[in-house]
């Protein structure tokens, strides 16, 4: 773990298990892409992500995305993203830096966090850029800790439990926000369970893990909760 010297619920920073979570800032993150694999040559279409500070949505930021290929047409019916809205938006490696900057210092939340990790990673990768090093949270492995009784934790299921709607689902921006929202809700719940740290988090995302590892592993995916 890492120190949090003087955290005032603005950024990240470093992070210890004594990290209190009600004051770190986290930057909710969705990718809409091409397909489903980023090393099997799949492409971002839609980026968008959204700082929570202290409960609340405090910035948000979105563009579509140029993928340099062409968008199946399957995809097109899910998301809405066709080729020809995106032939003149900015190629990732344009929105790069941007992008970096915008969830600089923020703990990284996804819902099934490894799909969107890896395919931002991968963008960041082919424009040169450095790896991302953000401390990471996945809101379905949380789900998957708090609301065991739900059927299944996709992002569907566990907004209907909270009565959260989502506006535009299957766009990144949509997505982003309701994901937000669900991270709240989810603090709120593991805060019920007596999680006030990073470390207490830590502890219930792995309880057969102590807190000597720099913060959560990303979870590995279960088939029935991967739809975000």
């Known amino acids: 773990m890492h120190d949090l010297p003087g955290a005032q619920g603005r950024s990240v920073g470093v992070i210890r298990g004594t990290s209190r979570l009600a004051r770190l800032s986290y930057v909710v993150v969705d990718v809409e892409t091409t397909g489903t694999s980023p090393r099997a040559d799949d492409r971002v279409t839609e980026f968008a992500a959204v700082v929570v500070r202290d409960g609340q949505v405090r910035e948000t930021f979105q563009t579509l995305i140029n993928p340099e290929r062409p968008i199946p047409r399957y995809i097109t019916r899910l998301t809405g993203i066709s080729s020809s809205m995106v032939k003149d938006a900015p190629r990732f490696r344009d929105v ?89 809700r989810l603090l709120d719940d593991a805060f019920t369970r007596g999680c006030d740290t990073w470390g207490d988090l830590e502890g219930l995302l792995h ?22």
């Open 96 to 184: 790069s830096a941007k992008v970096r900057s915008f969830m600089a210092d923020h703990v990284f939340v996804a819902h099934n966090a490894p799909f969107d990790w890896g395919f931002v990673g991968m963008e960041m990768e082919r424009a040169g850029e450095a790896p991302l090093d953000n401390a990471q949270l996945c809101t379905v492995r949380l789900a998957r800790r708090l609301l065991a009784h739900l059927p299944r934790r996709s992002l569907d299921h566990v907004t209907a439990h909270y009565g959260i709607a989502i506006d535009d689902r299957h766009r990144a921006l949509g997505d982003a926000v309701a994901t937000a929202r669900v991270l709240t």
């Open 207 to 228: 309880p057969a893990v102590r807190t000597g590892r720099r913060w959560p592993a990303l979870p590995r995916s279960a088939t029935d909760d991967r739809s975000a």
